[in-house]
């Protein structure tokens, strides 16, 4: 039996064997699998609503399989952009798998930690970090759960809290994200590389400049080491210890960091990406806080045209620049 991978969710051997019916059930429902990694989400919608059907006849509607049917299909509404649909389905699986295996099983954690992902990505952050807090108080209760997930958890969780504005709470979470990933993957693990790129992100926020470096640089340091000097990664952290450098006003050191995650971006993502963008704004930042209106203005010219083909005239971020790029007449080179 398996239940297609959404996020952090665990793929999940055959639990059942009953008859040819429950054969001819995994069967229909690895094809829906096949069909979800594939990208045929139209088509593996269809096949996981009749892979559902097919699991309440086969089994009974109070059964793991169910809960796995309904998974399956909450994923690939997920992948379609459905929300409303995917989170139904996700909190009836939850609500199913928390009666049959209890509210502290393993697989329940990875339910919860899914639907957080959810709720994170409709916005609702609030709902997301209560449903992050209980799937970690399942693993604090249960000694011996020590996995990725867990440290992905208390990783995302700890985003949530920075979201939030709480920023304490996202500093212990990344804290112990960052404690248990040393212990289980390696402190040259590339998701340790993560988190002391956020955790250095709170230090900064709050101003604490010297450990938010010492964090960034670490994570850099890393990350060239497992990924290679151009990576996507790489350039995210330059980015941000750029940003640093920039808030010290130490424009030297950060002009060559901005310069070497923009160069990493165009290589891999293209000169259209939205990302290019972001970095490119920076770097027009920090010009502007040199006192060089017409190299920033350059580059947030060219931000503008990026983000508003991506994105639309009337999106957000585009008034923004728009705004910022109005400003840069007042002020004399």
């Known amino acids: 039996m398996k239940k297609i991978t959404f996020l952090l969710l ?27 990694k594939q990208g045929c989400f139209s088509e593996a919608a269809e096949m996981a609503k009749e892979s ?7 089994f009974g509607k109070k059964h793991i ?8 299909l909450a994923s690939i509404y997920y992948a379609q952009g459905r929300y409303p649909e995917s ?19 393993p697989d329940v954690f990875t339910s919860l930690i899914n639907l957080a992902l959810l709720s994170r990505d409709r916005a609702n952050f609030e709902r997301a970090e209560d449903l992050y807090e209980e799937a970690l108080q399942i693993i604090r209760k249960k000694q011996g759960l020590e996995t990725p997930a867990v440290v992905e958890a208390l990783n995302n969780l700890a985003m949530i809290n920075k979201l939030l504005g709480d920023f304490e709470k996202a500093k212990t979470h990344y804290d112990e994200a960052l404690k248990l990933g040393e212990k289980i993957l390696g402190q040259g ?5 993560t988190i002391l790129n956020n955790l250095g992100e709170v230090y900064r926020f709050n101003g604490e400049f010297e450990n938010a470096e010492q964090l960034y640089k670490r ?19 330059m ?22 995650a923009l160069a990493i971006q165009r290589k891999l993502l293209g000169s259209e990406h939205l990302q290019v963008s972001k970095t490119m704004y920076n770097l027009g930042l920090l010009y502007y806080d040199e006192g ?7 580059l947030w010219n060219e931000v503008y045209r990026i983000q508003s083909l991506a994105l639309g005239k009337d999106h957000p971020d585009v008034k923004k620049i728009e705004g910022d790029i109005a400003k840069l007449s007042t002020v004399k080179n």
């Open 219 to 237: 994570a850099i340091l890393i990350q060239e080491r497992y990924h290679g000097l151009e990576h996507l990664d790489v350039a995210v952290t």
């Open 239 to 260: 980015n941000n210890l750029a940003l640093l450098y920039n808030d010290k006003q130490k424009f030297e050191l950060a002009k060559p960091l901005f310069k070497q």
């Open 87 to 105: 989170e139904s389905l996700f909190e009836k699986a939850l609500f199913l798998e928390k009666k049959l295996l209890g509210p502290e099983h």
């Open 52 to 58: 559902l059907k097919s699991a309440e006849r086969t």
């Open 292 to 298: 060089d209106a017409l190299q920033a203005r350059t």
């Open 10 to 36: 665990i793929i999940l051997t055959a639990k059942i064997c009953f008859a040819s019916t429950a054969q001819d059930w995994e069967e229909q429902n690895n094809k829906v699998v096949m069909l979800h």
């Open 189 to 193: 693990h590339p998701l340790v590389a």
């Open 65 to 72: 399989n169910v809960v796995t049917a309904l998974n399956n």
